[in-house]
């Protein structure tokens, strides 16, 4: 059996993080989505928050499970008895970033083999920093974030600007 995990801060979730978490789906019999807390970023949405947002747009993928780490990927990776990080990446830099990550995440549990998923075309240039800059100038974004989300995520941004 097959157990992956796919973490990120998700601040918020958006259509590029559900492209790989579908594709995750496939490839793992179940799927953690996993959020994961990096003390040096500051958030716009609570972990609660995210959460929830997640469950909402995960709840058609059955063998996905959305949760909450506090410590280090590779550990949760062993709690949960997964081999596999699923990750994606949009460009260059972001490769480099999660090969570095794969090669730590290898070193502290050398059971657990890191997958990085290119972006698919039409989701590549989207990231939540992008979204949150765009709904602060009163862009739409309606084809960026999941419809369960849109208003919520829209509002707290405005909100918070």
Do not use: W
């Not at 063998?63 to 949009?90: E, F, P, S």
């Not at 997958?115 to 974004?141: C, N, R, W």
């Amino acid at each position: 059996m097959n157990i992956a995990i796919c973490p990120g801060s998700f601040d918020p979730i958006q259509n590029g993080h559900i492209d790989i978490i579908r594709r995750a789906s496939m490839l793992a019999d179940k799927v953690y989505v996993l959020i994961g807390v990096n003390p040096d970023k500051v958030c716009t949405f609570t972990i609660e928050e995210r959460l929830k947002m997640i469950k909402k747009v995960i709840k058609d993928i059955p063998n996905c499970i959305a949760d909450v780490n506090l410590g280090m990927t590779a550990d949760y990776a062993q709690k949960v008895g997964a081999n596999l990080i699923i990750k994606g990446y949009r460009n260059a830099d972001d490769l480099a970033y999660e090969e570095d990550q794969a090669r730590k995440n290898k070193e502290y549990n050398p059971n657990v083999e890191t997958i990085i998923l290119k972006a698919s075309s039409e989701v590549s240039i989207i990231s939540s920093t992008l979204i949150k800059e765009l709904i602060s100038k009163g862009e739409d974004v309606s084809k960026y974030l999941p419809k369960d989300i849109l208003k919520f995520v829209t509002k707290k941004i405005r909100k918070v600007k």
